[in-house]
């Protein structure tokens, strides 16, 4: 017997729709989901389903993707002594403590969008100087 090439070996559409078209529920469904969809559409569903589980880059907390504002505004990783954690774009506030940083991070969200606006629009340049020294090389 010959070994199979792959030239030999084909998608099959008709089965990968019928796959595509099982019904199914979302993963997240014993922390509350209540979603049901086919198959094919279920990585998009979680992608953006409130109740998938998130960890916070600050304090490494897990919480729901539905909480994440309520997350956010009291997090120990952010509310807490010493640099902000926007530092790496910009920010040079040094909080002395966790209430001097709830307050700065109230007070400051314009100078810290302009900061991320910065940062992006460098981005946006180092990605089309990259572009440009792709399509030389």
Known sequence: REPITSNQIFKDRAKAKEIS?????????????????????????????????????????????????????NCAGIYKPGNCVLETIGCQF?????DDMKKHMEEDAAVHLYYQAREQEEMRKTAIQLKKKARTT
């Not at 040094?94 to 966790?98: C, I, R, S």
Request: proline letters at 2%.
């Open 21 to 73: 078209d099982l019904p199914c529920c979302c993963a997240n469904k014993e922390y509350g989901c209540r979603w049901k969809g086919k198959l094919g559409k279920l990585q998009s569903h979680v992608n953006n389903c409130d109740y998938a589980a998130k960890q916070c880059e600050f304090c490494e907390e897990m919480y729901q993707q539905k909480e994440e504002k309520n997350h956010l505004k």
């Open 94 to 98: 040094k909080a002395e403590g966790k």
